[in-house]
T-cell receptor, first 116, second 112 residues
Framework: KAGVTQTPRYLIKTRGQQVTLSCSPI?????VSWYQQTPGQGLQFLFE???????NKGNFPGRFSGRQFSNSRSEMNVSTLELGDSALYLC???????????????FGPGTRLLVL | GENVEQHPSTLSVQEGDSAVIKCTYS??????FPWYKQELGKRPQLIID?????GEKKDQRIAVTLNKTAKHFSLHITETQPEDSAVYFC???????????FGTGTRLTIIP
């Protein structure tokens, strides 16, 4: 089975621009979560999607948004980019999102975003 | 919300010795505790996890212990090898909430 894939792998943007990142989960997985990883803040949860609905949300401003398509692929969008948005953005997938019930979450390779 | 603290932030051990990383959490509703290993430039990889209905879990050289009363869990790596060098993250989440809260990471260096 192919793993979680993310595109693009690297991205350079300037302040004020907006960006869209894409995540394709493992085949059959319907839950997709997004995380931001920075040296200063570590790994922080952004949001989780299941069946095209946002089911959980972290503490990020409204500039960060996402969506999920009927094939479970997910995108996240960051509008009005700030320098502090420079980070590695990771997505992770699991079957239905039942981590506490026995599922495992698998991470993609990430998209490294640099905001200049 | 949940808060996870992880110690130490850096750890160096001689090859063959054991390494222990500790995490504490704040939300008593948390009941799933995974550990991830992240090598430089790579994605986090799940190495072991534990759920609240057990106190200890082992997988070859790796073990995790959980103390729900004290709200802490630990990763134990025995007979360390150079390939164990990486950053290790603990995390916690309550049942029914797929929002993983991560610790700040431990950079483990194995000295040959």
């Amino acid at each position: 089975k192919a793993g979680v894939t993310q595109t693009p792998r690297y991205l350079i943007k300037t302040r004020g621009q907006q960006v869209t990142l894409s995540c394709s989960p493992i085949s059959g997985h319907r839950s997709v979560s997004w995380y931001q990883q920075t040296p200063g803040q570590g790994l922080q949860f952004l949001f989780e999607y299941f069946s095209e609905t946002q089911r959980n949300k972290g503490n990020f401003p409204g500039r960060f948004s996402g969506r999920q398509f009927s094939n479970s692929r997910s995108e996240m969008n960051v509008s009005t980019l700030e320098l502090g948005d420079s980070a590695l953005y990771l997505c992770a997938s699991s079957l239905v999102g039942g981590l506490a019930s026995g599922e495992t979450q698998y991470f993609g390779p990430g998209t490294r975003l640099l905001v200049l | 919300g949940e808060n996870v603290e992880q110690h130490p932030s850096t750890l160096s051990v001689q090859e063959g010795d054991s390494a222990v990383i500790k995490c504490t959490y704040s939300d008593s509703a948390s009941n799933y505790f995974p550990w991830y290993k992240q090598e430089l430039g790579k994605r986090p990889q799940l190495i072991i996890d534990i759920r609240s209905n057990v106190g200890e879990k082992k997988d070859q050289r790796i073990a995790v212990t959980l103390n729900k009363t004290a709200k802490h869990f630990s990763l134990h790596i025995t007979e360390t090898q150079p390939e164990d060098s990486a950053v290790y993250f603990c995390a916690a989440t309550p049942f029914g909430n797929e929002k993983l809260t991560f610790g700040t990471g431990t950079r483990l260096t194995i000295i040959p």
